[in-house]
């Protein structure tokens, strides 16, 4: 649940001295329990007010960075169950395995794939977040020699092996990007808690299908000084993996309802663990896609997945986009005027808003097309057509006002606006407040192209 202000400012000094640049200690509260803005600017609290109320604000989860500087992800930090309650604020590291039993030239191609794909989607750069590195042959120097080769790689890394004399000569060579250590388990707790330690590395904490044993080697890990901790129940995919789904709740209803401190980290899937059963391709691309998908949306942090074919990576990548976007602030562009394509005085005149899912499939529409035309983006804060129809954002007197605003009518001799079919209601009341003649397209954009290649014929 998110800390209030109130509670918050019980704790503050209550001077007002706007030291923190804000008018009150009321104010400061307020920004802080909307974590926009940093504690430490309160500069009149006392050490232990300070740690009391760093203590109050952590997240139900702990944060952990993976990597360092440039190279690195922030994973955890979520504060409660559900997304609507309030949003999500690190998104599931997407991390893709490569294997020390590759040739150096197979691994270091492999490693050029991950750094390389990307998915445009609605403005935003879609990208894998790390590379794990399976120590596959069991053979300690070959997972040391693939792990200078990972060095200089531009993502943060994971080590995964359970074998702590691996773990330790690949350690040797990458411990100053502070990899994630995968993973200890009740065999090898203490060696890998040490190195851990030793390097200040993230360790992962491996217990298959078994709550109560990963709570005490979490205990274990946490009396021996370790902070930075990650859980992984285990990923069943042979039968379905329904008690992943449960354990992955399981935790997450521990840290964040019963705030029990063995299970406040975040929580690591394997859906790369499909291949071990399935064979072809495709089904163990759409097969691996759907776990993923699965187990982002009930709470994983990380995702080790083995597929990099693009129409696998899409849906996931998509799908944490979506999850990612806070609720409470709609995805949206800057209101104005755009250009496309080769213009004149001539050129056609559109309008649509700023919601950037709508925004952003006009104008590939648009260009797909090989339209050329103005295109006129009225700020509805975030709303699509429709939406800020009935919301009143899209009216009459905003519309005027974009057209005056933009300098549009220095550009064309026209005063013919076309506006999305989905207003065709508002036209009249455009008309009248803007003077402009109002023409109703077509109310999917991907006819828009074609609508205009047709208006131009018939001028």
Known sequence: MQVTAMEIYRLLPKTNCEKCGEA??????????DKEIDLEMCTDLEPKEMQELADLLAPAVREITIGTGNKSVVIGGDEVLYRYELTYYNPTA????????????????????????EFERIGEMLTLD??????ASGDVQKFKEASLILKEASLPLV??????AAMKAAVEVVGDQ???????????MEEMVDLALEYDCPLTIFSPNDLGTMKTLSRTAQNKGLK????????????????????????RRLAVEERDPDFRFPILGMPALTWLYEEDEVQGGIREATIA?????NFADILIIHGTNIWELIPVLTLRQSLYTDPRKPQAV?????????????????????????????EGDLKSGNANCYLLVLDTVGRAVDVSLAGGQLNGESVTDLIKESGIEDKVKTRTLIIPGLAAPMSGEIEDESGWEVMVGPRDSSAVADFLIDLKDNS
């Open 178 to 188: 502070r990899p994630l250590l995968y993973a200890a388990n009740e065999v090898n």
């Open 293 to 297: 998908a699965t187990l982002m949306n």
């Open 130 to 135: 790390a590379i794990a590195l399976r120590n």
């Open 159 to 164: 080590l995964c092996t359970m074998d702590p």
């Open 334 to 362: 800057d209101g104005g005027l755009y250009e496309l394509g080769d213009l004149d005085e001539d050129s056609p005149v559109l309008m649509t808003t700023n919601f950037a899912l709508t925004y952003y499939t006009v």
């Open 228 to 251: 930075d901790l990650v859980l992984d129940p285990g990923t069943y995919v042979a039968d379905g993996i329904g008690d992943s789904l449960d354990n992955f709740i399981m935790i």
């Open 94 to 117: 997407l991390i893709i395995d490569v294997s020390d039993t590759m040739e150096e030239a197979e691994l270091k191609e492999r490693i050029n794939t991950i750094e390389n794909a």
């Open 24 to 33: 009150s200690c009321m104010a400061f509260a307020t920004k802080l329990s």
